[in-house]
C-alpha cells in the first residue's frame, strides 16, 4: 500500500526499488466496516472509525491539494499572504544525488562526504550543538541507525566512528556543566586522535541563544583545551548555517572563510532540514550510508508526486490523519513505536507536525510512546481514557539481529517454560496484534506505519513522506505549513528579561578560558 505522482520529477537518478524495500501505510483496521447486526461496539465504530465512503469522496480533494504542493516548488514570487514558502526539501534528495553523479567530489554531497572522513581520522569525539529541527534530524539518525550503545564501544568495534553527542538543544546548566566534566575526564592528550573532540554547529538563522550561548562555551572549552592558536582548534569547528546569518558572520570574524562553511538553503526550513547538511554531515561523520538516505527519500518523493492515492503513503497519512483529526475529533495524535531504537524519529516527527500544523488554535497535539515499554505507563488511559487520541503504530517488519530466546530453566516460578522455543520477537509481534486487537474492540483507531527493516534507505523514506505528508495536511487544513510564529513570543520575552535584569552571574562561575 503506498505510491503516487503528477509529473516526471526533473533529472533523475533511477532507483530500481522492489515493492518489499517500500515504507507503506496500513489503514484498513481504523475503517469502520458495515456489520448487519448492530451492536454497541459497532455503534462506537461508526462514530470513531473512518467512513470507506467519506475517505472515497475525500480522494479527489487531497489529489487536488497535491497539485498545489506539487506547483508551488516551481512559484516564483509568492504572495505575501503565503509567505513563508520554503518547498526546497521536496526535491532536495535527487538535486542531492544527481550533483553526486555528475561531480563526485566537488559537489554538495562530495564535499558532505569529504569534511566528515576528514573530522572521523582527526577526531574521536563530535558534538552536535542544535535545537529544534537543527538537530533532531541528526538525533533520529544518530538512535535509529547506530548501535544503541556506539559511545560505550570500544574504538575498535566502532569502526573508527566518533562518539557523538548532542548540546546546544536547551539552556540546562548543570547538564552542559556535566558535558564539560566528561570532556575533562576523558580527554587528556590532544595529541591522541581518541582524546580530541569536535564540533558541528547548526542554526539556519544564528540568533537561536540556546545554541548560541552553548556554543559561545563549548568553543572556550576547546580554546582552552587545544591552545587558543592552535590550528587544530579551529579544524575542531564546522559550522552550518544560512546564507545570512548572525552565526556566518561569527565565523567570518573569528577567521572561517565561506569555503569552510555548510550553507542551510534558504527554500529548506529548519524542521524540514534533514536532508540538507544539518543532517548530511552528522550523520556522514556517525558512518552511515548518505548516499543510502537520500535514495530512499528521492524514492518517497517520486512515490508522492506520481502514484494515485491507492499506492502513495503521504497523501493516505495526511488524508487519514486530516479526516481523523478535523471531523472526528482526534485532536491526541499518538506515533507509538515499536522499537525503541524508532524513538527520536517520533521526537523528530513531533517537532515537525507541532510547528508545522499548531496554528491559529488548530492542529493535532502529537505524542511519542515506545512499546511496549510505555503500555505499562500510558497504556491505561489510551485504551479507556478521553476519545481523543489515533495511534500510528510504527513497526518493522524484520528484526535486525537473530533472536533472543526465552529458553528453558530448571525453575519455572516464573511459568515461562512454555514459551521456552518463543524468541523476543515472538514476544513482540503478541503484544503488537493483542493491543491493537484491544483497541479496536474498544472502537479507538490505530494505523500502521510499516518499514521493511531498520536501513539508511527505509528510513529516508520515512522521514520524507513524515514531511511530505505534513505540508499536505498543512494545506488541507488551511494554514501555512511553513514557519512558526509561535515561537517567536518566547524569544522575544527572554531577550527582554535578560536586558532588564542585573548582569549577574548566579553561583560559581567555571573559568573556561584558563589555560588557554
Not at 411 to 423: C, K, T, V, W
Request: with cysteine; aromatic share 8%.
Amino acid at each position: 500500500m503506498g505510491v503516487t505522482t503528477l509529473e516526471q520529477p526533473r533529472s533523475r537518478e533511477q532507483h530500481m526499488q522492489l515493492p518489499d524495500e517500500n515504507v507503506d501505510y496500513q489503514f484498513q483496521r481504523l475503517m469502520y466496516r458495515h456489520n448487519e447486526t448492530w451492536t454497541p461496539l459497532t455503534e462506537l465504530q461508526s462514530q470513531h472509525f473512518l467512513s470507506p465512503d467519506r475517505l472515497e469522496a475525500f480522494k479527489p480533494v487531497v489529489t487536488a491539494v497535491r497539485g498545489r504542493v506539487v506547483a508551488e516548488r516551481d512559484l516564483q514570487n509568492a504572495p505575501a499572504k503565503d509567505l513563508p514558502l520554503q518547498p526546497g526539501f521536496i526535491d532536495l534528495p535527487q538535486k542531492m544525488l544527481d550533483g553526486f553523479r555528475r561531480r563526485q567530489d566537488v559537489s554538495d554531497l562530495g564535499r558532505i562526504i569529504r569534511i566528515a572522513s576528514g573530522i572521523k581520522e582527526t577526531f574521536g569525539r563530535v558534538v552536535i550543538l542544535g535545537t529544534g529541527g537543527s538537530y533532531l534530524g541528526a538525533r533520529a539518525l544518530f538512535d535509529s541507525l547506530c548501535h544503541t550503545y556506539h559511545n560505550e564501544m570500544p574504538g575498535k568495534l566502532r569502526m573508527g566512528k566518533p562518539r557523538i553527542y548532542f548540546e546546544g538543544n536547551s539552556l540546562d546548566n548543570d547538564a552542559l556543566q556535566e558535558f564539560f566534566e566528561l570532556l575533562d575526564n576523558t580527554c587528556v592528550d590532544p595529541a591522541l586522535t581518541d582524546e580530541r573532540w569536535a564540533m558541528v554547529v547548526i542554526s539556519k538563522s544564528g540568533d537561536t541563544i540556546e545554541t548560541s550561548a552553548t556554543y559561545r562555551a563549548v568553543k572556550a572549552e576547546a580554546s582552552r583545551y587545544y591552545g587558543i592558536k592552535s590550528e587544530i582548534l579551529h579544524q575542531s569547528i564546522v559550522p552550518i548555517t544560512g546564507a545570512t546569518s548572525k552565526l556566518r558572520d561569527l565565523c567570518r570574524a573569528e577567521g572561517f572563510t565561506d569555503d569552510q562553511m555548510f550553507t542551510i538553503p534558504d527554500d529548506v526550513g529548519g524542521r524540514f532540514s534533514v536532508f540538507t547538511p544539518v543532517g548530511l554531515l552528522p550523520a556522514a561523520i556517525m558512518g552511515l550510508d548518505v548516499r543510502a538516505l537520500l535514495l530512499g527519500a528521492a524514492a518517497m518523493s517520486k512515490r508522492f508526486l506520481e502514484e494515485p492515492f491507492e499506492r502513495n503513503p503521504v497523501l493516505q497519512f495526511a488524508a487519514v490523519n486530516y479526516l481523523l483529526t478535523e471531523e472526528h475529533k482526534k485532536s491526541t495524535r499518538v506515533m507509538a513505536v515499536w522499537s525503541k531504537k524508532l524513538e527520536s524519529i517520533g521526537w523528530w516527527y513531533d517537532q515537525l507536525l507541532s510547528e508545522s500544523l499548531g496554528k491559529i488554535g488548530r492542529g493535532a497535539t502529537p505524542l511519542t510512546v515506545a512499546q511496549t515499554r510505555d503500555l505499562h505507563s500510558r497504556g491505561q488511559q489510551h485504551q479507556d481514557g478521553t476519545r481523543d487520541k489515533v495511534v500510528n503504530n510504527l513497526v518493522v517488519r524484520q528484526a535486525k539481529h537473530p533472536p533472543v530466546m526465552v529458553g528453558m530453566a530448571t525453575h519455572n516460578e516464573d511459568d515461562l517454560n512454555q514459551y521456552s522455543r518463543r524468541g523476543f520477537p515472538d514476544l513482540q509481534d503478541a503484544a503488537f496484534k493483542g493491543t491493537n486487537e484491544a483497541y479496536e474492540n474498544a472502537a479507538r483507531p490505530t494505523a500502521d506505519l510499516v518499514l521493511p527493516s531498520v536501513n539508511e534507505h527505509a528510513v529516508g523514506q520515512l522521514l520524507q513522506m513524515l514531511m511530505l505528508a505534513t505540508v499536505v495536511e498543512g494545506r488541507l487544513m488551511g494554514v501555512n505549513p511553513y514557519g512558526h510564529p509561535g515561537v517567536e513570543p518566547y524569544r522575544q520575552n527572554m531577550i527582554r528579561i535578560l536586558k532588564s535584569t542585573p548582569n549577574l552571574p548566579k553561583g560559581e562561575v567555571r573559568d573556561a578560558t584558563k589555560g588557554a
